[in-house]
RNA sequence: GGCGGCAUAGCCAAGUGGUAAGGCAGGGGUCUGCAAAACCCUUACGCCCCGGUUCAAAUCCGGGUGCCGCCUCCA
């Protein structure tokens, strides 16, 4: 089966056909760097990343590429807030973005282009706008005209007459039209600004995607992607300023997710009711945070709550102790090369990964198969004779989807170091002479010093708690 | 007002015409020297409400109710 998606632009679930065969250019609207990201931010970066690792999975080569928005309204605020220069602010969040995204198991995007260092293009892009008519001058700044624009409002499915009766001119502004928007803001006094035909300033929010787009990854590309919230207006305005200059679609597959809410409401920075990832990772496992995301698909709402984050732990806890039990049963089987009707039911389980991916991205259903894996695992390890083979096959199919969605599954083998190896070495002495109080007495020992022991038929086994 | 989303067990969350997945939490049992882990059974005569279509509806249609989001450079 291939690959199907939910376009935003078509409002329904396609068959993904590339642009060009076993190649995705891929483009994620990328965040604006004033603070330390949040739980909510934290999503789109996650689960966009777990798309493209599921088309590199599926053999595609993915070009990649997220934004930082290093120069905005709101990075000047905090830097004035702050007494900052705004430049090193936006520096040391992008810094901060990069380590909590890391935490969360994202992959770096192929390129990582900012606003400021894509200034050249930006200017160039807002010029032929203006050349073609699609832009115009007043008073320094430059605005977009969405008039000009026939198709406007396609990709959020409005028309231009409902959104006109929503929209709303500032003070200040002088747009000839409320649908308008800003390509170019002419700079206030001292704010950073670059120099370009119309006057020194800095660009509009949306003509920075428009421009890297194309620098980056040309007139078309294959995937765009982003929160829901960024639909209208940004994406919209996007295929405005894209599709005006370059005459061609500016993506084939738009890609929206759903908001996380805190308490069924929504979390946001201006709210003051947002959970950041910095904080988030200091009391749980970013594993668990990667994986409690993912077990909602992505375009659904998704609460969030630390009782949640709780019972995704649990979960992960109970895939992770199955593969130490599976290694240990490993260690203690005989070297059994025959396959058994477990090995079918594993192929089955992996056609199944792959259909539920293959829909949508549906992580949630996906998981779902996974725990159903664990208990007729766990089921199999309780039978007598298990086949050595099987067991690796386990193994190396739960590390296999814990690289598609980002999540480890198969905890890294840890050492003991001899004392305590020692200890569990006079345990199972003990035992075998029935000897319990001084067993239990080791046991007891062990456990405070983090080590848990399970007896079991095919020996003793040890995990860290 | 316009556009869109959601409503399924104590909590989370799948299921979009064929008789309610999975996880967490709870209860009972099996295994164990005792534990742990695990397995088995159990927890929605019902999927927001009212109608309708159908042999069959959580799923489709009509009408309500509640919540959320976008239309304000918030992912």
Redesign the pocket.
């Known amino acids: 089966m291939a690959i199907h998606m939910y376009n935003t632009l078509t ?1 329904s679930k396609e068959e993904f056909r590339p642009l060009e065969e076993g190649r995705v250019k891929m483009y994620v ?4 760097v004033y603070n330390y ?5 934290a ?2 970066v996650v689960v966009f990343d777990m798309v493209r690792r599921y088309l590199q999975y599926k053999g595609y080569e993915v070009e990649y590429v997220s934004n930082f ?1 290093d120069v ?3 990075i000047i605020k905090a830097a004035k807030e702050n007494g900052e220069d705004a430049f090193k602010l936006a520096e040391r969040f992008i810094e901060k973005f990069h380590e909590d995204t890391k935490a969360l198991g994202v992959k770096e995007a192929d390129e990582h282009p900012r606003v400021t260092e894509s200034m050249p293009e930006i200017i160039e892009f807002i010029q032929a706008l203006v050349d073609k008519g699609y832009g115009y001058e007043a008073d320094g700044d430059v605005y977009f005209h969405t008039k000009a624009f026939p198709s406007y409002g396609q990709l ?4 231009i007459d ?2 006109r ?4 001119i500032d003070v200040g502004e002088q747009k000839r039209d ?2 308008d ?2 390509l170019w ?1 002419k700079a206030k006094d001292g704010e950073v600004n670059w120099e370009a035909p119309w006057s020194s300033g800095r660009p ?2 949306h003509i920075e995607c428009s421009a890297m787009v194309k620098k980056y990854l040309g007139d078309t590309i294959d995937i765009h992607a ?9 994406h919209e305005n996007e295929v405005a300023q894209s599709e005006a200059l370059n005459e061609k679609k500016m993506a084939n597959y738009w890609l ?6 805190i308490d ?8 003051g009711n ?1 959970v950041l990832v910095n904080d988030l990772i200091k009391a749980y496992d970013p594993s668990v945070i990667r994986f409690f995301i993912l ?3 992505y ?5 969030f709550n630390n ?2 984050l ?3 732990k ?2 992960l ?2 895939i992770h ?2 593969a130490e ?1 599976v290694q240990h049963r490993i260690k203690e089987t005989a070297d059994l090369g025959e396959s058994d009707v477990m090995e079918n039911r594993i192929e089955q389980f992996k056609k199944r990964f792959i259909d539920d991916m293959d ?1 949508d991205f ?1 992580t ?2 996906a ?2 198969n996974v ?2 894996f ?2 007729e ?3 199999y ?2 039978e007598p004779n298990t086949s050595k083979r099987v067991l690796e096959l386990m193994v190396t199919t739960l590390k296999e989807w814990g690289t598609v969605l980002g999540v480890s599954f198969v905890p890294e083998a840890e050492l003991l170091d001899d004392e305590i190896e020692t200890l569990i070495e006079q345990r199972i002495q003990a ?1 075998s002479e ?1 000897n ?2 001084e ?2 007495r080791i ?1 007891d020992d062990l456990k405070e010093r983090g080590i ?6 095919q020996g ?1 086994r040890w995990k860290r708690v």
């Open positions: 409002r609207c990328g965040p604006t990201i949040h739980i909510g931010n999503r789109p928005t905005d309204d709101k959020s499915g409005q028309s409902d959104l009766s929503g929209a709303r409320p649908l928007f800003a803001k509009g929010w982003g929160g829901q919230d960024l639909a209208f207006p940004h929206h997710n759903g908001y996380i809410q069924n409401e929504k979390m946001s920075k201006s709210l947002f077990q909602a698909h375009r659904h709402p998704l609460n009782e949640l709780e019972s995704a649990s979960g806890v109970r102790t199955f039990n829909d549906h949630a259903n998981i779902t725990f159903e664990v208990r695992g766990n089921r390890l309780q035992r029935r319990f109080q067993s239990d046991r848990l022991l399970e007896d079991t038929a003793t």
